[in-house]
């Protein structure tokens, strides 16, 4: 087959290199401009930037599967296979009803109080405290003790916790690192055992690793039970800890934002769908095609690697207005495709909802403005969009 051609403009640019993940935009929009999709020959990928062309895919499972994986190393490649994203129905429809029934409406209700207690006691000990690394402090504990209240799972130390999170997170890394690899299998080596032995009487992950789900329908036999815990504890964390280090850096870069939402809380649940549409926490999600296929007018093979730019479609001038601002009363907000979509739609998405409006209600109740305290450090992840520091001052109320 002949290469498909690069416009010149994009040709020789990775928006995987260190970089360019720093500061992504100028990249974005530059593949934007190039067209629906550009071929990436240096990693034989297809990259898609625009938001009705994500969208399309993201919502055509039976074209565009999941079931060689959704990072960017296929499953046998890196031998990892998380029963929830790296399937496709009907084996997918099968181990999303079996847990479903832990992420509904009454669920979310019951976990609340735990959460915002969790996010009051975190946020009143940083605001004492004055100056905080705000992924320390907060960014990365209220998901951990979110999780825990959830699952039952505590965890060996907050250290632990974070590296396994990131591990987890860095297999769907372009240039994984053997130690990411390593950390990942230790995480499941310990779930699978102290882990365990440690679990409450009655919670979701023993509800799970002894009866399979609300209706059994995860296989008793080989890893899909473990593997389906694993990804339920440890993406939900990574995820989650980078939405909330991006949501106070946003506040700190815009203070008239932050006053809106302290001056109308009812704004909360929208400002976190524009905090997850602005500064999306998943960098991308891939899918391989089973025949060729097209998107908008360029034609791609069959068993291509496409990798659906979420960063990018969210900052699409095509579907959103101004779409590099930040705005909190954002009409179309929750139409962000941050989290996926259907039927592949982010299981943990009602949690990561309800953590992000707690911590927000608890930094409004007490926090009059954010201000930098020293210079942010955005982690090198290809994955994830989010801070390994980030010191800030918070200027009580």
């Not at 550009?38 to 625009?50: A, H, Q």
């Not at 496709?88 to 409406?105: E, K, L, M, N, S």
Request: hydrophobic share 45%; glycine share 6%.
């Amino acid at each position: 087959m002949t290469s498909p051609t690069v416009p010149a403009h994009v040709r020789g640019l990775d928006p995987f290199h260190p970089d360019v993940l720093r500061d992504p935009h100028p990249v974005y929009a530059s593949l934007r401009d190039a067209g629906p999709a550009t071929y990436l020959p240096d990693r034989d990928l297809w990259l898609v930037p625009r938001y009705e062309e994500a969208s399309a895919i993201l919502r055509n499972y039976r074209e565009f599967i999941s079931g060689l994986g959704v990072g960017y190393t296929r499953v046998p490649d890196h031998g990892y296979r998380y029963p929830l994203v790296d399937t496709d129905p009907p084996d997918h429809t099968r181990i999303r009803r079996a847990v479903q029934g832990w992420f509904r409406r009454a669920e979310m209700a019951e976990l609340r109080p735990g959460v915002h207690a969790v996010a009051e006691e975190l946020v009143a000990a940083a605001v004492d405290a004055g100056e905080v690394d705000a992924v320390a402090a907060l960014a990365r504990p209220l998901p951990d003790l979110t999780i825990r209240l959830l699952t039952g799972i505590v965890p060996p130390s907050a250290e632990t916790i974070a590296a396994w999170a990131d591990a987890v997170g860095q297999l769907a890394a372009p240039d994984l690192e053997p130690r990411h690899a390593e950390l990942a299998a230790r995480s499941l080596e310990w779930l699978s055992t102290e882990g365990m032995e440690a679990l409450p009487p009655h919670c979701m992950a023993r509800a799970l690793m002894e009866t399979g789900g609300h209706d059994g329908g995860l296989e008793a036999d080989g890893p899909e039970r473990l593997m389906t815990l694993d990804s339920i504890w440890l993406a939900g964390i990574d995820s989650s800890s980078s939405l909330l280090g991006n949501a106070v850096h946003a506040f700190c870069r815009f203070p008239e934002e932050w006053d809106r939402v302290r001056s109308d809380p009812a704004l909360i649940p929208n400002a976190v769908e524009e905090l997850m549409r602005w500064d999306s926490p998943f960098r991308a999600f891939y899918r391989r095609t089973v025949a060729p296929a097209v998107i908008g007018d360029v034609h791609i093979p069959a068993d291509a690697d496409v990798c659906v730019m979420l960063g990018s479609a969210n900052r699409d001038p095509r579907r959103f207005d101004r779409p590099d601002r930040f705005d909190v009363t954002r009409a179309d907000a929750k139409a962000h495709l941050a989290l996926g979509a259907s039927v592949h739609l982010c299981l943990g998405a009602p949690v990561a909802r309800l953590e992000t409006v707690e911590f927000l209600t608890a930094l409004a109740g007490r926090v009059r403005r954010f201000e930098a305290a020293g210079e942010p450090v955005r982690a090198r992840s290809q994955t994830m969009r989010k801070f390994d520091t980030l010191p800030v001052r918070l200027v009580p109320a």
